[in-house]
């Protein structure tokens, strides 16, 4: 009888130390990484045809002086490296922020940098306040109107590429190297032939329809 009541014991001990490993590991996410925003940009803004003029690629919009022959739609790993080359620029932009540039980034890819600087999102961030959700949900709006599409952007882009508590992430993920901006920059495909001109300041449209609001 002893050893029938000590096997339950056992039995109970082990039962609730994997529900506590399980329940950390719920509570943990891997580090967002350059790849996920990527796959994010890609899945929402789409590829651009001749009738998106002046847009190109994945939402890039063609600037004075840029080399694009208009009518003439890019190829896939073209319009690839395209994108790769403007987010890291926008990843450079907002380098201060360690890990939180891939989302602010990934915002001002759609929304474009004027918009990321008048939000509450970067001022929040800015001051060490993390609690920023309503405030990056509320850019899924154009005039006035919320839009479906927006709002799972903005949401997706929340759940894989922003990390409210650090404390969070899967300790066996080397995050630090996947986060930093110099390391994105460096892993960006040079395309022949095709320019690039700095979009600091402008307010750098998709093709898509925009969140215009400022929260």
Known sequence: MKKIHLLILLFLIGAVAVFAVSE??????????FEDAIAIIKKYEGLSGPSHWPFVGYGHKVMPGEKF???????????????????AK????????GADSLLLAALAYNCGPGVVAKSSVLSKLKSGNR????SYIAHSRYKGKQLSQLKRRRQEELAVLFVKDPADLLEDESSSSNADPENMEEEVTEITNLSYIDKSGENNDSIKILSQNLN
Do not use: H
Not at 24 to 33: I, L, R
Not at 90 to 97: D, G, H, S, T, V
Not at 131 to 134: N, S
């Open 69 to 87: 022959t208009r009518g003439k739609r890019l190829t896939e790993s073209e319009a690839d490296a395209l994108a790769r080359k403007d987010y």
């Open 90 to 97: 926008l990843c450079a932009k907002y380098r201060e922020f």
């Open 131 to 134: 609690d920023i959700e309503a």
């Open 24 to 33: 950390t590991t719920v509570n943990q996410k891997k580090a967002p990484t």
